[in-house]
Structures are given as C-alpha cells and as structure tokens.
C-alpha cells in the first residue's frame, strides 16, 4: 500500500501556464514533507515542509502543507520549457522502521510545451 | 560547495556478478543514504548509514550490502546480480538525523544486468 501518492503522474501544459501538483500521504509519525525536481538523474532539493499553512516560495514555485487532510501541492506559475521534470514528493517518518529514509511517491512527469 | 559524488556514473555487468557502487557525501555530512529507482517504480530505499553505522535497511535481500568509511564516504554492494537490480541507484547525503535535515541527492549510478 503506497504511503505518498501523487497526481497526476503525467501533464502536459504550454508555456505560460499554471500547474498544481499534488501529493496525499499516510504516515504514523510524520516529521517532514519534501519536494524534489528530477531532469536527468539527480533529484535537486526544491522545499521542506513542517508546518501546515506556511506557503514556502522560491521564484515561480510554491508549495504548502495541509498536516489536518495529510496533503501538500506544489505550485509553478508561468511555467517554462526548463520546468519539464519529474516533480517528486517524499515524506519522512519517524521511527516506525521508516527511520532515516524517504518514502517517495511515484513522481508526476511535467511536460512544458513551448 | 562540492555536491554528493558518485561513481561510477554507468557500470554494466552480467548475471551473477557483483557490483560496487561508491558515494561521498558533502563535506560535513555524517550520513548517508542509498536508494534505487527502477524504472516505473519509483525511488525505494535501500539502506542508510550514519558515523559509520548500518542504521536502517530497506525490503531489499541479504545481497544488497555496503558500509561506510571513516571519511564518511559510502559503498554499496550487489552480489549475485540478477536482472531485475538493473536500475539508477542515488545516494544521498544530510548532516545526520538529530534535527530535520534535508537530504542532498548525487547524480547516481545506472546499472544494467544482462
């Protein structure tokens, strides 16, 4: 049974547009939410989430925490050709034999048409 | 700041063979992580290691093994190559589990089993 599930697991959208990316999760003893941008190989770290409703934001990206339903959404505005990626969203868990690792979700593959 | 390295960036090898997959952290980064991320499944982790200690492992078999070193940097090991281990591997690297830190991914190891 999957602990992190994201939607959807593929998009494709034009340059300009907005996108929101979801991730619902199930974990006993929840101690962060994080997202992750893949192109290549390396997942390159975008944000952590601890606290629900604070909106973190880097640039066009945003994300926020909702502890209370266990989801997260990760925003792009004005989306361009160099956002194609798999966005993946991970959840660390204390304790639980889940200490120490991520349990990641699937990952949604966003395609930015120009 | 130089990022979590790993080596080798390919390595192809045939059925029953082993393999060795090496890491090193970020500077001043005590653990580190290993996962695999086979096609359509997702990152799944494998093992994690801290001041030079096996802390977690993963639903992976006995043949999945590693270890670190003294510098902290990491090995992981995959005896009796099957075809199914063919996959990318990540490492990842964080300052250690005593706060919430972030994990750093490298650019990983693509493996092929024939």
């Known amino acids: 049974e999957d602990k992190v599930v994201q939607s959807p697991l593929s998009l494709v959208v034009h340059e300009g547009d907005t996108v929101t990316l979801n991730c619902s999760y199930e974990?006993?003893?929840?101690?962060?939410l994080l997202w992750y941008k893949q192109e290549k190989k390396a997942p390159t770290f975008l944000f952590m989430l601890?606290?629900?409703?604070i909106e973190k934001k880097s640039g066009r990206l945003s994300s926020i925490l909702d502890k209370k339903e266990l989801f997260s959404i990760l925003n792009i505005t004005a989306t361009q050709t160099g956002d194609s990626a798999v966005y993946l969203c991970?959840?660390?868990?204390?304790?639980?034999?889940?200490?120490?690792?991520?349990?990641f979700g699937k990952g949604t593959k966003l395609s930015v048409k120009p | 700041e130089a990022g979590v390295t790993q080596s080798p960036t390919h390595l192809i090898k045939t059925r029953g063979q082993q393999a060795t997959l090496r890491c090193s952290p970020i500077?001043?980064?005590?653990?580190v992580y290993w996962y695999q991320q086979a096609l359509g499944l997702g990152l799944q982790f494998l093992l994690w290691?801290?001041?030079?200690?096996?802390?977690n492992r993963g639903n992976f078999p006995p043949r999945f093994s590693g270890r670190q070193f003294p510098n902290y940097s990491s090995e992981l090991n995959v005896n009796a190559l099957e075809l199914e281990d063919s996959a990318l591997y990540l490492c990842?690297?964080?300052?250690?589990?005593?706060?919430?830190?972030?994990?750093?991914f490298g650019p990983g190891t693509r493996l092929l089993v024939l």
């Open positions: 974990v006993t003893n929840f101690r962060s």
């Open positions: 500077s001043g980064h005590t653990s």
């Open positions: 601890t606290s629900s409703g």
């Open positions: 290691y801290d001041e030079g200690e096996e802390r």
């Open positions: 991970a959840v660390d868990e204390d304790g639980g034999g889940s200490q120490g690792n991520l349990i």
């Open positions: 990842a690297s964080s300052r250690g589990r005593t706060l919430r830190e972030t994990q750093y």
